[in-house]
C-alpha cells in the first residue's frame, strides 16, 4: 500500500492541502511568495504533486520543481518553513509520527530542486 492510500487517499490529500496553505499564507516567513499567486490553481498543483510523490495516480501537470521556483531565490529557511508548516498540518490531521516522518522524507527529496542549489 503507498503512502497517499496509508494517509487516506485524495480525501486525505485534499484536506491536507488546504490546511497547510491556511498555514503558509500566515507565516510570515513564507507568505510574501504568494502575494500574486493563484491560490486555487495552486491548490490543484499542491494536490496533484503530493498524490504523484506519495505513491498516487500521477495526474501532475505541473513545472518541475527546479523551473518552478528557479526565479524565486528561496534559501534554506524558506524550505525549512514551509517544512514546518506541512508537520504542523499533518500533526493537526493526527496523522501518526511514523507516517509524518515519511511525508517529510519524501519532501525532503525536493530540497535541492526547489532552492536550486
Known amino acids: 500500500?503507498?503512502?497517499?492510500?496509508?494517509?487516506?487517499?485524495?480525501?486525505?490529500?485534499?484536506?491536507?492541502?488546504?490546511?497547510?496553505?491556511?498555514?503558509?499564507?500566515?507565516?510570515?516567513?513564507?507568505?510574501?511568495?504568494?502575494?500574486?499567486?493563484?491560490?486555487?490553481?495552486?491548490?490543484?498543483?499542491?494536490?496533484?504533486?503530493?498524490?504523484?510523490?506519495?505513491?498516487?495516480?500521477?495526474?501532475?501537470?505541473?513545472?518541475?520543481?527546479?523551473?518552478a521556483h528557479k526565479h524565486m531565490n528561496l534559501n534554506e529557511g524558506h524550505f525549512n518553513a514551509v517544512a514546518e508548516d506541512l508537520i504542523a498540518t499533518l500533526e493537526e490531521l493526527n496523522v501518526p509520527q511514523a507516517k509524518i516522518d515519511e511525508v517529510i522524507a519524501v519532501v525532503a527529496t525536493t530540497k535541492n530542486d526547489v532552492l536550486n542549489l
Open 1 to 67: 500500500m503507498s503512502l497517499y492510500d496509508e494517509l487516506g487517499g485524495a480525501a486525505a490529500i485534499d484536506a491536507a492541502v488546504d490546511i497547510f496553505y491556511r498555514k503558509v499564507l500566515a507565516d510570515d516567513r513564507v507568505s510574501e511568495f504568494f502575494d500574486t499567486t493563484d491560490m486555487e490553481a495552486q491548490h490543484a498543483k499542491q494536490k496533484a504533486f503530493l498524490t504523484v510523490a506519495l505513491g498516487g495516480p500521477n495526474n501532475y501537470t505541473g513545472k518541475d520543481m527546479r523551473e
